[in-house]
């Protein structure tokens, strides 16, 4: 009776283990296709506006992401998921927290490694050209976009795949993220 409880026990922990695991996996799919989607978002907002197409994020390294917006995503979902039954107070959530989101990394990036990844000077309403009023209102009209209709459809996109599969991909995309993120800090520094 007492092996057949450490058994169960074992059997317990490694569901635990194995839900844990699968739930990490999803979120790094998600992770990885925001910030797939926010560089095409980029790609295409600026190869509109400057008529050339300019390498963004990791593309130079052979992958298309902006871990940003994946990192943004991610979090307007988990913050602002419960509140869909009030699209305005997910309107100026939005428009708060990526605002809040780009003026502390755009300060980050100018004040303390004196570089600019972005400016908005041009723009009415600008903040040291680092956020501006009508990019913030697009942000926010973006989330939308992302909390009513695309979360909830990738959630059941990324649910369907097998946890073998999706656990290969989301690692290996995830440790070749890493090995960009560092060339990418390295070569910034040399």
């Known amino acids: 009776m007492h092996i057949s ?27 990885i296709f925001y910030s797939l989607l926010g560089w095409i978002l980029e790609t295409c907002f600026i190869l509109l506006m400057e008529h050339k197409f ?21 979090l307007l979902a988990k913050l602002l998921s419960h509140q869909k039954k009030h699209p305005l107070i997910v309107f100026s959530a939005s428009v708060c927290i990526t605002t809040m989101l ?20 041009d723009l ?18 973006l989330s939308l976009l992302m909390i009513y209709w695309i979360d909830p459809n ?5 649910n369907k795949i097998p946890a073998i599969p999706a656990a290969l991909a989301s690692w290996s995309i995830m440790v070749y993220s890493a090995i960009c993120s560092g060339m990418y800090v390295y070569n910034f520094f040399n």
């Open 5 to 31: 409880l450490r058994r169960a026990n074992i059997m317990k922990s490694f569901s635990r283990l194995s839900t844990a695991s699968l739930n990490i996996n999803r979120v790094l799919l998600a992770f």
């Open 54 to 74: 300019v390498a963004r994020g990791w593309v130079q390294y052979g992958l298309p992401l902006i871990p940003l917006y994946g990192v943004g995503c991610l």
């Open 102 to 121: 780009e003026l502390i990394i755009g300060l980050i990036l100018t004040k303390i490694f004196f570089h600019a990844l972005w400016s908005y000077s």
């Open 124 to 141: 009415p309403f600008s903040i040291f050209g680092i956020i501006s009023l009508p990019v913030s209102l697009g942000w926010g009209l």
């Open 154 to 158: 990738l959630k059941r996109m990324i």
